[in-house]
């Protein structure tokens, strides 16, 4: 059997084409629509008797036409229930909040009750927004649910995917495809065929059998057996029954083969590397739009079971989910609450923490940190991995154990093996490489604050920073908007060395402090970095600092709540329950629908919150809630 390795080209407009999808809101009690129509009102009217002159008195010299630091006020105001205008909002709100916006050489100042009212109202935005669950996002599969898709369909092994790029932080949101990893994409669907696919005159493998059947009798219609395959390959690939123009262009690719001279298999090979550029299995998108007048409709089974399967698990749905699929039934009330249930309870569904829990504790970043040999010895790639897996491990136990999110910031427990264990300094001696759970007898230890990856991830190579951890902890942890540094401000290592000599990293710190420029910022982040200064860079204890001084963790949270140590820390942060939860239902569903939130998506999330808080706001609660949500189960498909 001659192989012939066909470049097959993705057409532009199929893989860049905008599939507009959405969702249809469930119906509602009378009740909850009167009070909609109630805030959307008091939001109108607030806007114009409060926020449009506050915005002209304050804000239109900088942020009119002239959109200073990319903040368009003027533009939000005039249409401010659009898709920018929240973000413009907020990044505003979150400059007056610390007293940066107008500038202190200003003439004009807002007082303390303007700025409150300005900021509470754009917590109000959300109700102008209609009742839309925004655009159906298309996007490829990431690296990872690429290479975990090829080993569930083909068995081939997960390294190779290897030779793709790594995405950064939402790549696997893009929907398209560079003309590198288009040629990767090729070579790969190449290398499957060939690992899978006996060469002719042997036998054929169990994976060949299984997708490609026995050998049809010399007298069958060998193209309508080939189109019997094309069914069956397309169904599990494009994780949907294909339509029948698609199945004619598989079956002309069949064609192509045996006009050039191959056999049967070989024609099917081919066929099945055209599956695997097909942007039906490089990307997670509808079949298409349905004939309706409806501008707003659910998704169907398939897209449901593939947008499930894919986040928690980063692979394509199981037998279970395509069967419930096929029968239509995993949009009946339970059934989808029962199947989120099971995926998270299966060993697979350690994937969301690869995808989401790691992203938004950033304990990504670890993997590009660099840490000093000299001054930290110890970091090495035993302990590195030891981190991660901690993180991992803690993450699932909470959602697991559907523990509150207050959880994630004081607990008694965490796992740890010995590399780790010697961080953090147990009583109770730990030996071997396996992660095992540990109760804690430390309050300033348990819980992510006190937790070495995150320490480290937001520190230097030879020193703590706590400017990057106070930032971590307002915006990661508590969902606080946190304004963009101004430019030309010196790193701490580029200050002059005459200003900096004698002086500790917390005096140190506070210089940036004397330029107007940071000071109102750095009010709020060095209090709370400095709280977790106790922790050095790789997450150790320690009571004096590298200049042989007693630390100082005192600080204060931004509602002037003060703490002396990282316990005290803690104990404030989990009272937070309800920001907490706000933050990471926030963060999920974005991270869940591939797209930033904003208008009626809040007004979702309020509803959420409101269920899960009768629940002590347990994290799978939180999660099982996003998923059965409006956000995530239906679609719009009209303007």
């Not at 505003?92 to 509470?120: C, G």
Request: hydrophobic content about 35%.
């Amino acid at each position: 059997m001659r192989k012939l390795r066909v470049r097959f080209c993705l057409p532009a407009p199929l893989i860049l084409a905008p599939f507009l999808t959405g969702a249809f809101c469930l119906a509602e009690s009378e009740s909850k629509i009167i009070d909609d129509d109630a805030r959307r009102a008091d939001a109108q009217k607030v806007l114009k008797e409060k926020i449009k002159p506050f915005v002209e008195n304050y804000c239109a010299k900088c942020h009119g036409s002239r959109a200073k630091a990319g903040i368009n006020l003027q533009s939000a105001l005039k249409n401010p229930n659009g898709e920018s205008s929240t973000l413009h909002f907020e990044k505003a709100a979150a400059n007056v909040k610390v007293h940066d916006m107008p500038p202190e050489d200003s003439s004009k100042k807002p007082s303390n009750e303007e700025r409150r009212q300005f900021i509470e109202w754009i917590g109000k935005i959300k109700y102008l927004a209609p009742r839309d669950p925004g655009p159906f996002v298309i996007r490829r599969l990431t690296k990872t649910e690429y290479a975990n898709t090829l080993n569930e369909l083909y068995g081939v092994d997960r390294s190779i995917a290897d030779v793709l790029p790594d995405e950064v932080e939402g790549e696997g949101f893009l929907n398209s495809i560079s003309p590198l990893q288009s040629e990767l994409f090729l070579d790969i669907a190449n290398q499957v065929t060939e690992k899978i696919i006996a060469p002719k005159g042997q036998a054929p493998t169990d994976v060949q059998k299984r997708l490609f059947g026995s050998l049809p009798p010399p007298e069958a219609d060998l193209r309508k057996e080939a189109r019997k395959v094309a069914r069956s390959l397309a169904r599990d690939a494009y994780r949907r029954p294909a339509s029948e123009s698609e199945l004619d262009v598989l079956t002309d690719v069949y064609d192509l083969g045996r006009k050039n001279d191959l056999d049967h298999t070989g024609s099917l090979s081919l066929m099945l590397k055209a599956v695997l550029v097909s942007p039906q299995f490089l990307f997670i998108t509808p079949a298409g739009e349905p004939e309706s007048k409806d501008k707003i409709l659910p998704l169907d089974d398939y897209q449901l079971s593939s947008r499930l399967s894919y986040l928690l698990w980063s692979a394509p749905p199981d037998a279970e989910l395509a069967a419930l699929a096929d029968k239509a039934e995993l949009q009946k009330p339970g059934t989808l609450k029962k199947q989120v249930e099971r995926l998270l309870k299966d060993k697979r569904g350690r994937a969301l923490f690869d995808g989401f829990g790691a992203q938004w504790l950033r304990v990504n970043d670890l993997d590009g940190q660099v840490f000093d040999p000299k001054t930290f010895p110890q970091m090495t790639p035993a302990l590195r991995n030891a981190m991660k897996e901690e993180a991992r491990l803690f993450f699932e136990s909470i959602v697991r154990e559907n523990l509150s999110v207050s959880r994630f910031v004081d607990s008694d427990y965490t796992f740890l093996n010995e590399p780790l264990a010697k961080i953090y300094e147990t009583s109770e001696p730990i030996s071997g490489p396996k992660m095992r759970r540990v109760k804690l007898d430390n309050p300033n230890r348990g819980g992510i604050l006190g937790m070495p990856a995150t320490l480290a991830a937001t520190s230097f190579p030879n020193r703590t920073s706590p400017v990057r951890r106070g930032v971590w902890v307002l915006e990661q942890i508590l969902g606080e908007r946190v304004p963009s540094p101004p430019p030309d401000i010196p790193e701490l290592e580029e200050q002059e060395h005459k200003e900096i000599e004698g002086l500790t990293l917390r005096q140190r710190t506070e210089l940036h402090q004397s330029e107007a420029a940071c000071r109102n910022c750095h009010k709020v982040l060095d209090p709370i970095g400095f709280g977790l200064e106790n922790f050095d860079a790789i997450g150790r204890w320690r009571d004096k600092n590298e200049e042989g001084l007693a630390i100082d963790s005192a600080g204060k949270l931004p509602n002037g709540r003060a703490f002396s140590s990282p316990a005290e820390l803690k104990r404030l942060l989990a009272k937070r329950e309800s920001e907490l939860a706000r933050n990471l239902t926030e963060r999920f569903m974005a991270y869940a629908l591939g797209r930033p939130l904003g208008g009626y998506d809040q007004v979702v999330i309020d509803r959420i919150l409101e269920n899960v808080a009768k629940e002590g706001y347990g994290t799978r609660s939180i999660i099982s809630e996003v998923i059965t949500s409006y956000l995530f189960t239906f679609r719009r498909i009209k303007g």
